[in-house]
């Protein structure tokens, strides 16, 4: 069983939600970023995503662009993002990794070298943005062939039709993206949100999570309370941004930030009630 099935799978006998945060790779130096995901995973993160630095990430708003001006400046590459991989499955190999970016990079790779690469790293889902499922035919059968979910967006604009399209060939979980715009914008609306999800469920067995919007404690754990998991992105990348000088505080401050969201999502959930979330 591929670990993210696992994690879920073990997160819906205890009647909790996967906490899941994103952080871009290499930011503000490859040599930190091993030690950002341990720390994260301290914090009570179930499920990391990794961000692969691009210089056009255009789903993304400025802390997270700014995040991979940083990486790419540093020399990151999407070879190194697999190495980052490999040397944490040395000391974790429970916690779930998902690669989250867009296409050019893995195409410089290949698409079948970079399917077996990720897989041997220990990666366990692919997310890439600009990778829809009507252009997924080449990627995601040898995402499958070793292992590695592929993993899709939906939007509040998606139409019933096609949810059931990306429903059909998602893995994993699907990332709901709770806001029409880009990453670190407005602020989401959690009854919007659940009226959005009510009918993705009637498509689908896979976990819903939600990403965009997720700052703190609060939006987490009202987030929490209708989804099956929570990404949280740019207020833990703008903790990097804002100790690039000192970047031994950084954990610190991720962690700060994680635990804060973690506590009050369980706080938000338990007692587990009869219409919570299957």
Same mark, same amino acid.
């Given at each position: 069983m591929n670990r993210i099935d696992q994690r879920f799978s073990e997160l819906k006998q205890q009647g909790r939600r996967a906490l899941i945060p994103f952080i871009t790779a290499g930011d503000p130096a490859p040599r930190y970023t091993v030690t950002f995901m341990h720390a994260l995973v301290e914090a009570g993160a179930d499920i990391i995503e990794l961000g692969v630095p691009f210089s056009d990430p255009m789903a993304d708003g400025p802390v997270i662009q700014k995040a991979c001006e940083r990486a790419l400046a540093a020399g990151t590459r999407l070879v190194d993002l697999l190495d980052m991989v490999a040397e944490f499955r040395r000391s974790d190999t429970a916690t779930p990794v998902v690669l989250m970016g867009y296409l050019n990079p893995v195409e410089r790779i290949g698409y079948r070298a970079f399917a077996e690469q990720a897989a041997r790293a220990g990666v366990d889902g692919v997310l890439m943005v600009d990778m829809p499922p009507e252009e997924a035919d080449e990627l995601a059968p040898l995402l499958?062939?070793?292992?590695?979910?592929?993993?899709?967006?939906?939007?509040?604009?998606?139409?019933?039709?096609?949810?059931?399209?990306?429903?059909?060939?998602?893995?994993?979980?699907?990332?709901?993206?709770?806001?029409?715009?880009?990453?670190?914008? @407005?602020?989401?609306?959690?009854?919007?949100?659940? $009226?959005?999800?009510?009918?993705?469920?009637?498509?689908?067995?896979?976990?819903?999570?939600?990403?965009?919007?997720?700052?703190?404690?609060?939006?987490?754990? $009202?987030?929490?309370?209708?989804?099956?998991?929570?990404?949280?992105?740019?207020?833990?990348?703008?903790?990097?941004?804002?100790?690039?000088?000192?970047? $031994? @505080?950084?954990?610190?401050?991720l962690k700060a930030v994680l635990g804060d969201m973690?506590?009050?999502?369980?706080?938000?959930?338990a007692p587990a009630s009869a219409d919570a979330p299957r």
């Open positions: 499958k062939e070793q292992g590695v979910a592929a993993i899709f967006l939906v939007a509040p604009t998606t139409s019933r039709e096609r949810a059931a399209t990306i429903c059909a060939q998602g893995q994993g979980y699907l990332y709901y993206v709770s806001l029409k715009g880009v990453t670190g914008s @407005a602020t989401l609306n959690a009854v919007d949100v659940a $009226e959005h999800l009510a009918p993705l469920r009637a498509l689908t067995t896979l976990p819903l999570c939600v990403g965009f919007g997720i700052r703190d404690g609060a939006t987490a754990a $009202e987030v929490a309370k209708v989804a099956d998991g929570v990404i949280a992105g740019s207020a833990l990348v703008s903790r990097i941004a804002d100790n690039t000088a000192t970047p $031994e @505080a950084i954990p610190d401050a973690r506590r009050a999502m369980d706080a938000a959930t």
